[in-house]
């Protein structure tokens, strides 16, 4: 089907008639299912390029997901192997939602040519600011699923190759990007005088001050010698662990491998130690947090001691193209989507540099920084 064509049941793609039919389609899901749009605490989940709803299929609560960007869709294939990594993770203990197969056996449906997913919901919630036990289980479920990464078959790595993640930005080179950023949009930021202008120009003076440490690495800190070279999970933010509200918590599912690849096994590691580092207590608390997840990780043999100073870095870098991006819409394109905040947030490398310096002691003062207090430190 052409991208102009109509959807055959007439109503808007991604809207409650048009996932009823996918649904009532593909998964025999009855037409009366009433779906509704997933929420979080009130809140709909940071995507833009995807819509989740919430319904009711033989007898529990699932998630239908629909990828509304046909530019981010992976390819069939990728399902296949997806669906391999899964199950691999579950077999070892790692609570991962397995899609639910359609009326074919396929693990995704293509309706009016937009890729559609159904998955058990997971109960439990995401947390920004993480309490320390929930830091802990966040750290310990991370490190298990890197484990388990870390084992695949070699035939596992060879098939997902040549099945990369689509581009979603319009510049990708990390070097290309900072050098946009910092020596161009910065000024366009400052000479802004509106709210948004203050968004931009705060995400760019982080890139701004993180620019000696990433130019300054050597070998390229985005290139990994072949021995780091894994299946990535790639995307191990707070929104992808689901903790339960128990007294002991604990993590009750992973989310989200849509941006599975294969790249450097240390770019997991990061992101685990940045979700952690979120934790709430203030400065104390964020530097226990990265004890904890540096005497596990080395302990377990998932991370060398001389790659501490690698992970934010590497973290960063992977940012910066996104970061970018973003201020393009607002200073450019005039694109103010709320959403922007929350990836701001997410990908915010003042809070990096700071963890930096938590992991690698030996980095100087000038590679690090001091973030401002929150009502959650106190």
């Not at 699932?62 to 997806?82: G, N």
């Not at 294969?262 to 947090?289: C, F, H, K, P, Y």
């Amino acid at each position: 089907m052409t991208s102009h064509q109509r959807p055959r049941s007439g109503a808007p793609v991604g809207s409650r008639p048009w996932v009823a039919d996918a649904l009532a389609e593909h998964w025999d899901v009855p037409p009366n299912s009433r779906p509704r749009p997933l929420r979080s605490d009130g809140t709909a989940p940071l995507s833009h390029t995807a819509a989740l709803w919430r319904v009711a299929h033989r007898g529990r609560d699932h998630v239908f997901k629909v990828q509304l960007d046909r530019e981010a869709a992976r390819p069939p294939a990728f399902h296949h192997v997806k669906g391999r990594v899964l199950r691999a993770c579950r077999d070892a203990g790692v609570p991962v939602p397995v899609p639910v197969p359609t009326t074919t056996g396929a693990a995704v449906a293509e309706h009016d040519g937009h890729v559609c997913e159904l998955v058990p919901l997971a109960p439990g919630g995401a947390s920004g600011r993480p309490a320390p036990d929930q830091a802990d289980a966040v750290i310990a479920t991370g490190l298990r699923l890197r484990r388990v990464l870390d084992g695949l078959p070699r035939r596992v790595v060879d098939d997902l190759v040549p099945l990369p993640v689509p581009p979603l930005v319009a510049e990708e080179d990390w070097r290309a990007a900072l050098d946009d950023g910092v020596d161009r949009l910065l000024p366009l930021a400052g000479a802004r005088d509106d709210a948004w202008g203050g968004i931009a120009r705060t995400a760019l003076e982080g890139l701004e001050r993180a620019r000696p440490l990433l130019t300054g690495s050597s070998p390229d800190v985005a290139t990994p010698p072949p021995g780091r070279r894994r299946v990535v999970h790639a995307d191990l933010h707070h929104h992808h662990f689901l903790l339960d509200g128990a007294e002991e918590p604990h993590v009750v599912a992973v989310l989200d491998f849509d941006n599975m690849t294969v790249g450097d096994r240390l770019l997991d590691l990061a992101w685990i130690a940045d979700t952690a580092a979120r934790v709430r207590g203030g400065d104390a608390a964020r530097a226990r947090a990265a004890g904890r997840f540096e005497r596990a990780a080395l302990r377990e043999g998932l991370l060398a001691p001389e790659e501490l100073g690698l992970l934010m870095p590497l973290l960063v870098v992977h940012a910066v193209p996104v970061i970018v991006d973003i201020a393009k819409d607002i200073l450019e394109r005039d694109l103010l989507s709320p959403a922007w905040t929350g990836y701001l947030d997410l990908l915010d490398t003042r809070r990096r540099l700071a963890l930096h310096r938590l992991l690698d002691p030996t980095a100087p003062a000038s590679q690090g920084t001091d973030l401002p207090r929150t009502e959650d430190d106190r």
